[in-house]
């Protein structure tokens, strides 16, 4: 019963910037962490960040300093502002949560939103 709903993802140019978005939405009663990850052709899904509900961040090696992972809790959305862009970068991008709902139980959830491409030409 949580849907995430991503956009932001496109085509830019090495050295650009793009910004990802992930609304949740239903009928939630909290949600934990939420992350982005992403996965490259022939590569495995890896986690690129993850902020937690108190504001926690992780990010992967290959994104610190140039990514920067935030949320609003307000509008139980997760966003991925991605400067630097580098060809690397062009993957798949996943928004990820934890959440809990109602007509579920009030079971936590992991949730998967349905992905947005993002490449990055050199």
């Known amino acids: 019963q949580v849907q995430l709903v991503e956009s932001g993802g496109g085509l830019v140019q090495a050295g650009g910037s793009l910004r990802l978005s992930c609304a949740a939405s239903?009928?939630?009663?909290?949600?934990?962490?939420m992350g982005w990850y992403r996965q490259a052709p022939g590569k495995q899904r890896e986690l690129v960040a993850s902020?937690?509900?108190?504001?926690?961040?992780n990010y992967a090696n290959s994104v610190k300093g140039r990514f920067t992972i935030s949320r609003d809790n307000a509008k139980n959305t997760v966003y991925l502002q991605m400067n630097s862009l580098k060809p690397e970068d062009t993957a798949v991008y996943y928004c990820?949560?934890?959440?809990?709902?109602?007509?579920?139980?009030?079971?936590?959830?992991?949730?998967w939103g349905q992905g947005t491409q993002v490449t990055v030409s050199s």
């Open positions: 239903g009928i939630i009663f909290s949600i934990n962490t």
């Open positions: 902020i937690t509900s108190g504001g926690s961040t």
């Open positions: 990820n949560a934890d959440a809990k709902s109602l007509v579920q139980g009030f079971r936590l959830i992991n949730y």
